[in-house]
């Protein structure tokens, strides 16, 4: 495959719209649509190249016993899907301060403790070059409303049990059900 160029299409608040056109191995000239957070991409390499723009909070109870979902409301599917606390890293900001951050936003929890970091991926790859974070811990405290109007989210402790019932009947992230069916699955 050979990459020809990328142009911009449209520009939004939150996400920018691109066609990068290649030439296939028969080659054939292809267009490719897909979204980025980066305003202004030029080349290839920009593609991958650039920091996490999020990051995801797979959080735990101290017990570790319960493990931490939020049931969002989420416009682009027009309904509530399970996942894992998230949310843009702000500019000048490092990445666990946008996690303990998101996750008192989203949550009214505190992040007690981080065991694991997982590196960057990408969130939606047939679509999107957006990249996060994985921070994995400990959250405690009481919830509380999201702090955010446009959001509209229900945070809640799950057991195994509680997340394999979930699985069978309720929309997930795929990331978080990925997870979720791994972790519920443990003895």
């Given at each position: 495959?050979e ?6 299409k ?9 066609d ?8 054939k ?7 980025s ?12 190249d650039?920091p996490?723009d ?6 735990h ?22 996942n894992?606390?998230a ?8 990445f ?8 008192r ?7 007690v403790?981080?065991?694991?970091v997982?590196?960057?991926s990408f ?17 405690e ?8 109007t446009?959001?509209?989210i229900?945070?809640?402790w799950?057991?195994k ?7 069978k ?7 978080t ?5 791994l ?5």
């Amino acid at each position: 495959m050979e990459f020809n160029g990328i142009e911009k299409k449209q520009e939004g608040k939150f996400i920018t719209r691109y066609d990068i056109t290649y030439t296939t191995v028969d080659h054939k000239k292809k267009v490719y649509e897909m979204i980025s957070r980066n305003k202004n991409l030029t080349t290839r390499e920009e593609l991958a190249d650039h920091p996490a723009d999020s990051v995801v909070l797979i959080m735990h109870d101290e017990s570790g016993e319960k493990l931490l979902l939020n049931r969002e409301f989420r416009m682009a599917c027009g309904d509530f899907v399970y996942n894992f606390p998230a949310g843009l890293i702000d500019p000048g900001e490092e990445f666990l301060e946008s996690a303990a951050r998101e996750l008192r936003e989203e949550t009214g929890l505190t992040l007690v403790r981080v065991e694991d970091v997982l590196g960057e991926s990408f969130s939606a790859i047939g679509f999107s070059n957006e990249k996060n974070v994985c921070v994995v811990g400990v959250a405690e405290g009481e919830f509380a409303p999201s702090t955010s109007t446009v959001e509209e989210i229900e945070a809640k402790w799950y057991t195994k049990a509680e997340v394999r019932q979930l699985l069978k009947e309720a929309y997930f992230a795929a990331r978080t059900q990925s997870y979720c069916y791994l972790w519920s699955r443990e003895s």
